[in-house]
């Protein structure tokens, strides 16, 4: 049975621009209940209010779920995107669809290359932490010796991957782009691993001092 706050999501999935009143109603609780709700996701960044003029008199507050919120029904976005890739694959070469995704991890890592190059191996480690979360993966990283192994506890294109394994070059484009070096993918949930990971070499290490 799905919680009040997910009802409340589904509402405005459906829904949007809907008011306090209107979700109260949808899933059958008073005004105070739904007002509770509403702020706690909107902490959680998942829904956002917005106030609309509506006729004579003071604009009413309106919801509407954040591109965060909309995350939260993939399986409306997972058979579209399939069908994107199988439709451009029909009209593109494998190498070009890689070359797309590729493209795009160099675009975001770019974005801040100049800040980046003079942090320390470890830096960059968290730095690919945090800009990889933002993606919508998590991902850990430890030392192992003198090599560093970086590990994709969750990926956001798991089930994508399975029909195109071509968007997995995005993530390692990302890592080598920011670290100004090729790394080696060492596992893949592809061929059977529990998860994804990467090994940065002692002698990479030392091409980065």
């Given at each position: 049975m799905k919680s009040t706050r997910d009802r409340i999501l589904q509402t405005l999935l459906n829904h949007p621009q809907a008011t306090i009143s209107d979700l109260a109603d949808s899933v059958n609780i008073n005004t105070i209940s739904a007002r509770h709700h509403l702020t706690s996701l909107q902490l959680e960044g998942l829904i956002r209010a917005?106030?609309?003029?509506?006729?004579?008199?003071?604009?009413?507050?309106?919801?509407?779920?954040?591109?965060s919120g909309f995350e939260k029904f993939p399986t409306r976005y997972l058979q579209l995107t399939n069908r994107l890739l199988t439709q451009l694959k029909l009209r593109m070469p494998e190498e070009e669809i890689e070359a797309i995704f590729s493209e795009m991890a160099k675009e975001i890592a770019s974005e801040q290359l100049e800040r980046i190059k003079k942090l320390s191996i470890e830096e960059k480690l968290n730095y690919i932490k945090e800009t990889l979360s933002d993606q919508g993966f998590s991902i850990e990283w430890e030392k192992s010796g003198e090599n560093y192994i970086i590990k994709e506890i969750s990926c956001p294109f798991f089930h994508v991957g399975q029909f195109h394994p071509e968007v997995c070059t995005m993530d390692q484009t990302l890592i080598s782009?920011?670290?100004?070096?090729?790394?080696?993918?060492?596992?893949?949930?592809?061929?059977?691993?529990?998860?994804?990971?990467?090994?940065?070499?002692?002698?990479?290490?030392?091409?980065?001092?």
């Open positions: 917005e106030e609309v003029r509506h006729g004579v008199g003071r604009p009413r507050l309106v919801y509407s779920l954040t591109e782009s920011i670290l100004s070096i090729p790394t080696v993918k060492v596992e893949c949930v592809l061929d059977g691993d529990n998860q994804c990971s990467y090994i940065i070499t002692k002698k990479q290490v030392a091409e980065l001092k």
